[in-house]
């Protein structure tokens, strides 16, 4: 049974067409899925995430996660023939591939294909935007939360295996700082950090903490896509 979005969210005829040339891949914790430079495999994202990352001189930077809401290798799929972007797996999956020269000739016979990466680069667009106004806006603390609500949406269960390293690079900033940031989740009881280890406690808890830092971007892709990504807490289950 196919788990990513996108591909459920096309019509069962452009899905057949896809079909014949994907074939499942492993994506293992630490996975370098690419590099900067030629894309020749696209991946259709089922369980996991990944990290999307820019190198810029000697830094980088995490632009996203990407989990079974998404696809990698967005450019080569719109007629690119390099990426700017790294990817690492965040959190050990599955995925479903296959090859840019597959997919774009059925996507230039098949319109709704195209069409449908192109909503979810509008989708990728907002998050990115959001996460630009958490990086302005909310404390170290705040965007741990909208950090680990995210990759909490990308999952199953509740507990995620995290190390400070990982989310220290996600956020930007040093160990020490989210070593504090994560006793003030769990002292506030949102979370439960042990290990490596982490579980969310209260998700209704972190999305008020994060306040309207997190949500819209997530009811952007439920609306491009036609697929709820957050697992919103009840009481803002919207849509």
Known sequence: M???K???ALAPDDLDALRPHLTPAELPLGLIVSLPGPRHVIYFIETGFV???LPVGKLDTEMGLVGREGMLGVPAALGSDTTPYRVIVRHPGRALCMSVEAFRQVAATRPAVGALVLRFVQA???QLAYTSFANA??????RLAR????????IDGETLTLTHDVLSFGLGVQ????TVSLHDLEGGHMIRSDRGKLTIRDRSKLEAFVGDCYGPAEAAYAQLIGSRLSKFAPERQTI
């Open 175 to 178: 160990r020490p700082r989210v």
């Open 6 to 8: 996108l591909l459920c």
């Open 124 to 126: 990728e667009i907002a």
């Open 147 to 154: 950090w680990l609500l995210m990759a909490h949406d990308r």
């Open 51 to 53: 990290s999307i990352i």
């Open 137 to 142: 806006y909310l404390s170290v603390p705040g």
């Open 2 to 4: 196919i788990q990513n």
